[in-house]
């Protein structure tokens, strides 16, 4: 088959070249409308539950964390000229506007839904002539006296509303919260948003000094911003390294630009692909273009080294070609493969980030190697046969001298070989248990950067910025008898608010309780003290006065004002509790999480668990008369409920205040009582951007683990078909695994903790050093023929011949992947650094150990089995006659 393939190629190569032209522009034109991904990756599947509760949220509420907040320290804020920059400073960012890129009409778009800031807040006033509430601002144009100022001065510090919100009480720093349009910020025309809003807030930086930015767009915007500027970065610093490289090694211009063709013809068509699928460039996707230079340079180096090894051999450019496509043709197609296998395996995940991630790089990969077996074949039949010079690097003495120290390990120090591998076990292994996982949102941003820096000090000051939403919900609306407030529901709304002030890593919640104590404040006058819950007669009497009910319609729930509305869902039977979140990493979320859970579940199950404690106590009257005095509500409502059965009449109560007691023995009552205080029950859900964040970056790294065990049996399988002998493919697996281990345990050492960007690095590096085995232990059977079964002879012979090639494409992927650590991104850098490291010591181990493994078991590991594959790795028939085959020159 390889040998029709080969003819085939040299034979149309001036239609393929067109072909593979007509292909790349296409890729070329589609990668042009690759897009970055400003919104989190979708780490979560969609039927996960987390998942589920977060897309209701934002179907009901919208996207959370769509605040930008600026913060200034300002001495001598309240004076006039201070305050009034800060008034124009707000004024145009709420002018701020932004060119439509989605069209070529000049249009502009205001992205800016509403700034709020000392000088930009509202009051709730009564209107005496409309008998209704208004939110009226509390500033309606510059002051222009110290007089003035001083009065709306203490206006803002009496509305406890917006204490240490938008200003730190006793300190000097004040912020101004930007909200920006969901709508244009998730869209393409949202262009550079962030960078010139940032752009504006800086012209402002001479009136009140240096100012701190954070909030999930600027964060996130700031973030993608450096994945733009590093593609291209890693991109070119990889063409370099890998130019120089090729240059060192073979001394000719003609093999790295073939070299360099193939892999840029690769990253166009990745992006392309990219493109095709609808997928945006993320920070995972954005290592695609590189990693498939550093991936395909490597099929360059086995095609070409192997063409210059038959030139030396017998000088006919044409011979070699074909044998070149026949005999390195297949083993490349099946090494491409098994990396793609590798990257494939994220496919068994459940999250879209990584299946995306996984489906585009398995394909390409699998296209790096058509590209490469059409692209170098062809050029170099175009090319004059390699000169004596271009060939002396396969002749170089120092590599020989490596390659001979390495068969001198492997034959005579097998012992040493072995109990360094099983250290280098021991102590991976022993590492493997000091790792830790992470999952920051600015986690791999390195500690000094500004977006880093200045998220700390919005944590120091105001507990955090990240979205952390409470749901609360009732099987009935959170109102009762129209606009009558159900005091208990919102007493425990309260209730559970204080219980979350006491979290260090909490800020301040805001919620429908503080929307109703800022109406009570406005309803008894004014005054800071009347910013509170009031007592359950005293909501009654506020809630149905004509002023509330004028502007608050509760009963038509389609008319309720935007103040309430945005803290309830449309049936009144949710409500949230907005909460911002310190960026406290996995283990510290969960555990948050928990506490938070049980703080809130101690409030909402209360009754249930002391009606339980009732019925199971000695002495049950006591103990339902003591409930039923704690919770009138649940006796009117049983009363109800057993006159509406007919069981009593309504007057007998009235008459006989014992006569209810007569009933607390009775099952049937105690069960209907149950079911009241169970159906009055409020159930939650914590959720918010700051939690699903952390809750997939968890389900992510255990989805990998899974997707590297899968790789390791999917592989294995494939090699059992390609060398039909279990023996044969533990022996292969055992050098391959030997360096993930020691990546392993050296991440435990150095502190390096597991995240999506660093579990990737067992994946990728464990598809590409399979390569090296399949190279080895194919040239490996075929000396087995050669040699008449001779083991010793065909290990060494299959060293000396692939050991070039191997040591090759190691030192290149290893400084292909260490160009990661130019990156600004903490965990690409822990990528590059631990993928060079773990392919380094997997180059070690294939040319050590494996060989190693091949001479002391002989016989039990080379059975007829692997003598006669089922798939033949390399085409081992006997060359045709070819000496005086010539390529005629179109």
Same mark, same amino acid.
């Given at each position: 088959?390889?040998?029709?393939?080969?003819?085939?190629?040299?034979?149309?190569?001036?239609?393929?070249?067109?072909?593979?032209?007509?292909?790349?522009?296409?890729?070329?034109?589609?990668?042009?409308?690759?897009?970055?991904?400003?919104?989190?990756?979708?780490?979560?599947?969609?039927?996960?539950?987390?998942?589920?509760?977060?897309?209701?949220?934002?179907?009901?509420?919208?996207?959370?964390?769509?605040?930008?907040?600026?913060?200034?320290?300002?001495?001598?804020?309240?004076?006039?000229?201070?305050?009034?920059?800060?008034?124009?400073?707000?004024?145009?960012?709420?002018?701020?506007?932004?060119?439509?890129?989605?069209?070529?009409?000049?249009?502009?778009?205001?992205?800016?839904?509403?700034?709020?800031?000392?000088?930009?807040?509202?009051?709730?006033?009564?209107?005496?002539?409309?008998?209704?509430?208004?939110?009226?601002?509390?500033?309606?144009?510059?002051?222009?006296?110290?007089?003035?100022?001083?009065?709306?001065?203490?206006?803002?510090?009496?509305?406890?509303?917006? =204490?240490?919100?938008?200003?730190?009480?006793?300190?000097?720093?004040?912020?101004?919260?930007?909200?920006?349009?969901?709508?244009?910020?998730?869209?393409?025309?949202?262009?550079?948003?962030?960078?010139?809003?940032?752009?504006?807030?800086?012209?402002?930086?001479?009136?009140?000094?240096?100012?701190?930015?954070?909030?999930?767009?600027?964060?996130?915007?700031?973030?993608?911003?450096?994945?733009?500027?590093?593609?291209?970065?890693?991109?070119?610093?990889?063409?370099?390294?890998?130019?120089?490289?090729?240059?060192?090694?073979?001394?000719?211009?003609?093999?790295?630009?073939?070299?360099?063709?193939?892999?840029?013809?690769?990253?166009?068509?990745?992006?392309?692909?990219?493109?095709?699928?609808?997928?945006?460039?993320?920070?995972?996707?954005?290592?695609?273009?590189?990693?498939?230079?550093?991936?395909?340079?490597?099929?360059?180096?086995?095609?070409?080294?192997?063409?210059?090894?038959?030139?030396?051999?017998?000088?006919?450019?044409?011979?070699?070609?074909?044998?070149?496509?026949?005999?390195?043709?297949?083993?490349?197609?099946?090494?491409?493969?098994?990396?793609?296998?590798?990257?494939?395996?994220?496919?068994?995940?459940?999250?879209?980030?990584?299946?995306?991630?996984?489906?585009?790089?398995?394909?390409?990969?699998?296209?790096?190697?058509?590209?490469?077996?059409?692209?170098?074949?062809?050029?170099?039949?175009?090319?004059?046969?390699?000169?004596?010079?271009?060939?002396?690097?396969?002749?170089?003495?120092?590599?020989?001298?490596?390659?001979?120290?390495?068969?001198?390990?492997?034959?005579?120090?097998?012992?040493?070989?072995?109990?360094?591998?099983?250290?280098?076990?021991?102590?991976?292994?022993?590492?493997?248990?000091?790792?830790?996982?992470?999952?920051?949102?600015?986690?791999?941003?390195?500690?000094?950067?500004?977006?880093?820096?200045?998220?700390?000090?919005?944590?120091?000051?105001?507990?955090?910025?990240?979205?952390?939403?409470?749901?609360?919900?009732?099987?009935?609306?959170?109102?009762?008898?129209?606009?009558?407030?159900?005091?208990?529901?919102?007493?425990?709304?309260?209730?559970?608010?204080?219980?979350?002030?006491?979290?260090?890593?909490?800020?301040?919640?805001?919620?429908?309780?503080?929307?109703?104590?800022?109406?009570?404040?406005?309803?008894?006058?004014?005054?800071?003290?009347?910013?509170?819950?009031?007592?359950?007669?005293?909501?009654?009497?506020?809630?149905?006065?004509?002023?509330?009910?004028?502007?608050?319609?509760?009963?038509?729930?389609?008319?309720?004002?935007?103040?309430?509305?945005?803290?309830?869902?449309?049936?009144?039977?949710?409500?949230?509790?907005?909460?911002?979140?310190?960026?406290?990493?996995?283990?510290?979320?969960?555990?948050?999480?928990?506490?938070?859970?049980?703080?809130?579940?101690?409030?909402?199950?209360?009754?249930?668990?002391?009606?339980?404690?009732?019925?199971?106590?000695?002495?049950?009257?006591?103990?339902?008369?003591?409930?039923?005095?704690?919770?009138?509500?649940?006796?009117?409502?049983?009363?109800?409920?057993?006159?509406?059965?007919?069981?009593?009449?309504?007057?007998?109560?009235?008459?006989?205040?014992?006569?209810?007691?007569?009933?607390?023995?009775?099952?049937?009552?105690?069960?209907?009582?149950?079911?009241?205080?169970?159906?009055?029950?409020?159930?939650?859900?914590?959720?918010?951007?700051?939690?699903?964040?952390? =809750?997939?970056?968890?389900?992510?790294?255990?989805?990998?683990?899974?997707?590297?065990?899968?790789?390791?049996?999917?592989?294995?399988?494939?090699?059992?078909?390609?060398?039909?002998?279990?023996?044969?493919?533990?022996?292969?697996?055992?050098?391959?695994?030997?360096?993930?281990?020691?990546?392993?345990?050296?991440?435990?050492?150095?502190?390096?903790?597991?995240?999506?960007?660093?579990?990737?690095?067992?994946?990728?590096?464990?598809?590409?050093?399979?390569?090296?085995?399949?190279?080895?232990?194919?040239?490996?059977?075929?000396?087995?023929?050669?040699?008449?079964?001779?083991?010793?002879?065909?290990?060494?012979?299959?060293?000396?011949?692939?050991?070039?090639?191997?040591?090759?494409?190691?030192?290149?992927?290893?400084?292909?992947?260490?160009?990661?650590?130019?990156?600004?991104?903490?965990?690409?850098?822990?990528?590059?650094?631990?993928?060079?490291?773990?392919?380094?010591?997997?180059?070690?181990?294939?040319?050590?150990?494996?060989?190693?493994?091949?001479?002391?078991?002989?016989?039990?590991?080379?059975?007829?089995?692997?003598?006669?594959?089922?798939?033949?790795?390399?085409?081992?028939?006997?060359?045709?006659?070819?000496?005086?085959?010539?390529?005629?020159?179109?």
């Amino acid at each position: 088959m390889w040998q029709s393939i080969a003819n085939g190629i040299l034979r149309y190569r001036l239609f393929i070249l067109i072909g593979l032209g007509l292909i790349t522009v296409f890729m070329g034109f589609q990668a042009r409308k690759v897009e970055l991904q400003y919104e989190f990756g979708k780490l979560l599947p969609n039927n996960d539950s987390t998942n589920l509760e977060y897309v209701h949220f934002r179907e009901t509420y919208g996207q959370d964390g769509l605040v930008i907040v600026v913060a200034a320290e300002i001495d001598e804020f309240y004076t006039v000229e201070k305050f009034a920059k800060w008034y124009e400073f707000g004024n145009s960012i709420k002018d701020f506007t932004i060119e439509d890129i989605s069209k070529n009409d000049g249009s502009l778009l205001h992205p800016i839904d509403s700034v709020f800031s000392e000088a930009h807040l509202y009051n709730i006033v009564k209107n005496k002539e409309a008998k209704k509430f208004e939110l009226s601002p509390i500033l309606h144009g510059a002051p222009k006296s110290q007089l003035e100022l001083d009065s709306l001065e203490i206006v803002i510090h009496s509305l406890p509303f917006y =204490k240490n919100m938008i200003y730190k009480d006793s300190s000097n720093i004040h912020l101004m919260m930007i909200f920006v349009n969901e709508e244009i910020f998730n869209s393409k025309s949202r262009g550079n948003l962030v960078t010139e809003l940032h752009e504006l807030c800086e012209t402002y930086t001479s009136d009140f000094g240096a100012m701190r930015y954070s909030g999930l767009p600027f964060v996130r915007s700031v973030t993608m911003s450096k994945v733009k500027s590093e593609l291209g970065l890693f991109v070119g610093l990889a063409v370099l390294v890998t130019a120089l490289i090729l240059f060192f090694f073979y001394r000719s211009f003609k093999v790295v630009f073939t070299s360099l063709l193939v892999v840029i013809i690769g990253v166009v068509w990745s992006l392309g692909t990219i493109a095709l699928f609808g997928y945006k460039i993320s920070i995972l996707m954005g290592l695609m273009p590189p990693l498939m230079i550093v991936i395909g340079i490597p099929n360059c180096v086995y095609l070409i080294t192997k063409y210059q090894q038959e030139i030396i051999g017998h000088g006919n450019k044409a011979k070699a070609l074909l044998r070149v496509i026949r005999k390195v043709g297949n083993a490349t197609f099946l090494t491409n493969a098994t990396t793609a296998m590798g990257f494939a395996t994220f496919l068994l995940t459940k999250s879209d980030m990584m299946r995306q991630f996984g489906a585009v790089a398995s394909i390409n990969i699998i296209a790096l190697f058509f590209i490469s077996i059409l692209v170098v074949p062809i050029v170099y039949s175009y090319l004059k046969a390699p000169k004596e010079k271009h060939t002396k690097h396969l002749e170089k003495r120092w590599l020989d001298k490596v390659i001979e120290a390495l068969l001198n390990i492997s034959q005579f120090h097998r012992p040493a070989v072995y109990l360094a591998s099983v250290t280098v076990i021991a102590l991976g292994v022993f590492g493997m248990t000091l790792m830790k996982t992470s999952g920051n949102i600015v986690d791999d941003l390195p500690k000094g950067d500004a977006v880093v820096q200045d998220l700390k000090y919005f944590e120091e000051n105001f507990k955090g910025v990240m979205p952390f939403e409470v749901l609360v919900r009732s099987q009935d609306t959170l109102y009762k008898n129209g606009n009558l407030p159900n005091c208990k529901n919102l007493e425990k709304i309260d209730s559970i608010q204080s219980l979350l002030l006491m979290e260090d890593k909490l800020s301040k919640s805001i919620s429908l309780v503080d929307a109703i104590k800022y109406i009570s404040q406005s309803y008894s006058g004014g005054d800071e003290s009347d910013y509170k819950l009031k007592s359950c007669d005293g909501l009654v009497n506020m809630m149905s006065s004509t002023y509330f009910k004028n502007t608050f319609d509760l009963e038509d729930k389609g008319k309720s004002s935007e103040f309430l509305s945005g803290f309830m869902d449309s049936t009144h039977k949710e409500t949230r509790i907005t909460v911002q979140v310190k960026d406290i990493g996995i283990d510290s979320m969960d555990a948050l999480v928990n506490r938070v859970k049980m703080k809130i579940e101690s409030v909402l199950q209360a009754e249930s668990m002391e009606l339980k404690l009732a019925l199971e106590g000695n002495d049950l009257e006591v103990g339902l008369d003591q409930f039923f005095g704690n919770h009138p509500w649940a006796l009117s409502a049983i009363e109800d409920t057993l006159i509406a059965r007919g069981e009593v009449d309504e007057f007998d109560f009235l008459m006989d205040e014992e006569l209810i007691r007569t009933f607390y023995s009775n099952p049937n009552f105690q069960k209907t009582l149950s079911e009241i205080v169970q159906h009055e029950q409020l159930d939650y859900t914590v959720t918010g951007s700051g939690v699903i964040y952390t =809750k997939g970056t968890t389900y992510l790294v255990g989805n990998l683990f899974t997707s590297l065990f899968a790789a390791v049996i999917v592989i294995g399988i494939l090699m059992s078909l390609l060398f039909r002998s279990w023996r044969m493919v533990l022996i292969s697996l055992i050098p391959n695994i030997l360096p993930l281990v020691f990546t392993s345990g050296l991440m435990g050492y150095l502190g390096v903790p597991i995240k999506p960007s660093t579990i990737l690095v067992f994946s990728i590096a464990f598809g590409i050093s399979v390569d090296d085995t399949i190279h080895f232990l194919a040239k490996y059977r075929q000396e087995l023929k050669l040699q008449s079964w001779n083991i010793k002879g065909s290990v060494l012979n299959a060293i000396k011949e692939t050991g070039v090639s191997m040591v090759y494409t190691s030192i290149i992927l290893f400084f292909g992947f260490s160009i990661f650590i130019a990156s600004n991104f903490g965990g690409t850098q822990a990528l590059g650094i631990l993928v060079s490291v773990t392919l380094f010591v997997a180059m070690l181990s294939n040319l050590i150990l494996l060989p190693t493994l091949l001479l002391t078991l002989e016989k039990w590991a080379t059975t007829k089995a692997f003598r006669d594959p089922l798939l033949a790795v390399v085409d081992e028939e006997e060359d045709i006659e070819l000496e005086k085959l010539e390529i005629v020159e179109e």
